[in-house]
Structures are given as C-alpha cells and as structure tokens.
C-alpha cells in the first residue's frame, strides 16, 4: 500500500526549530524526486524544497533560503526538512510530494509559529 506520511510538526515559537520527516511506502523511493510543499489559510500550495531522487541536489524556495534544508535517506525510504529560525509567516499544513511518473501526496503535518 502506496503511503508518505509526515511527522513532526507542532507549535513552536519564532526563532525555534522543527525537523519534518515523511516516511515513504509502497512504491520504488530512490527513483522519485521528493519535496516538501506548504499550504497557509487563504493561500495556494507552494512549493518549500525539492530534491533529487539519489539527493545530489536540492533547491529550496527564496523565503526558506538559509533557513530550511531537506535531505533524504535513500536506505530509510525517509525525507526529512530541518527547519530553523522559523517565523510566524512560515505557519502552515506542510506536504511531502514524491514524482516520477505519478504524483503522490501526503496528508500534511500542521506547523504553527507564534508566540
């Protein structure tokens, strides 16, 4: 049975940390490009991370640049996104996405910044 499922999230105050992680199943992980997307109320999904399927490269958006990093382990079927000095405007349901030639998703974990 084909399943990412995210852990980690929670309430963390600004400046704190979080580490993601989304466990993969049921499909072949190390030939699929994974990233991490984030969806805030009101807003469209967009993308945070992405990285490659044998985790030689990584791209990460302009607003988490310095700040979040993804990474993989190909042997655990796991991505993970370490999120540092995170702001309240970094709240939202964050989804882990794997794709190749299907697309699959997450449920999302919910990450709220506030003090």
């Known amino acids: 049975q084909l399943q990412l499922v995210e852990s980690g999230g929670g309430l963390v105050q600004p400046g704190g940390s979080l580490r993601l992680s989304c466990a993969a199943s049921?499909?072949?992980?190390?030939?699929?490009?994974m990233s991490w997307y984030r969806q805030a109320p009101g807003k469209e999904r967009e993308l945070v991370a992405t990285?490659?399927?044998?985790?030689?490269?990584?791209i990460h958006a302009d607003s988490v640049k310095g700040r979040f990093t993804i990474s993989r382990d190909n042997t655990k079927n796991t991505v993970t996104l370490q999120m540092n000095s995170l702001k309240p405007e970094d709240t939202a349901v964050y989804y882990c996405?794997?794709?190749?030639?299907?697309?699959?998703w997450g449920q999302g974990t919910q990450v709220t910044v506030s003090s």
């Open positions: 990285i490659t399927s044998a985790g030689g490269g990584a």
């Open positions: 049921g499909f072949t992980f190390r030939n699929f490009v």
């Open positions: 996405n794997a794709r190749n030639y299907e697309i699959y």
